[in-house]
């Protein structure tokens, strides 16, 4: 399997991002900015945790249609508890752990498993890769 692994937790703030807030977005950078920034930075985006079966067989899955997502394990991130507060914020679960994997296809969230494995099965997954720019074909 071949995936782009997140090595690298650098922090950057985007002007638009932060609205012309003075800083570097460092540590003191809000968990929601912080997904929003590393969703938008590929085509594919997952936020996993490293042993989640759910989220090996939704990197397996993409990875099988010749998409190399960029995956981010939280469990390796030292603010990863913070971004996943984050993304329960942002699929509604509040006060709940979410569901993970987290996906992002082109910057938009899709959701957990289901959403992403229901676009898979109705046939919509694919027009969005393309859209995003994940698939050539």
């Known amino acids: ?3 782009q692994a997140e090595s690298s937790w650098e922090y950057y703030m985007p002007g ?3 609205g012309g807030v003075a800083g570097i977005g460092g540590p003191s950078m809000d968990p929601l900015e912080r997904v929003a920034r590393l969703a938008s930075e590929s085509a594919v985006v997952i936020f996993s945790v490293s042993s989640c079966c759910m989220c090996h067989a939704v990197k397996r ?3 099988g249609m010749g998409v190399s997502p960029v995956v981010h394990e939280l469990d390796q991130d030292p603010r990863g508890k913070e971004m996943e ?3 329960a914020l942002l699929l509604g679960n509040y006060g709940v752990a979410p569901a993970m994997p987290v ?3 082109g910057g938009k ?3 957990a498993m289901d959403r992403v494995m229901a676009s898979h099965i109705n046939g919509t997954l694919v027009p969005l890769l393309k859209e995003a ?3 050539w074909l």
């Open 61 to 63: 899955l993409f990875c």
């Open 85 to 87: 507060q984050a993304l």
């Open 133 to 135: 720019g994940a698939l």
């Open 103 to 105: 996906v992002f296809i």
């Open 109 to 111: 969230l899709i959701g």
């Open 16 to 18: 638009a991002m932060m």
């Open 1 to 3: 399997m071949q995936y």
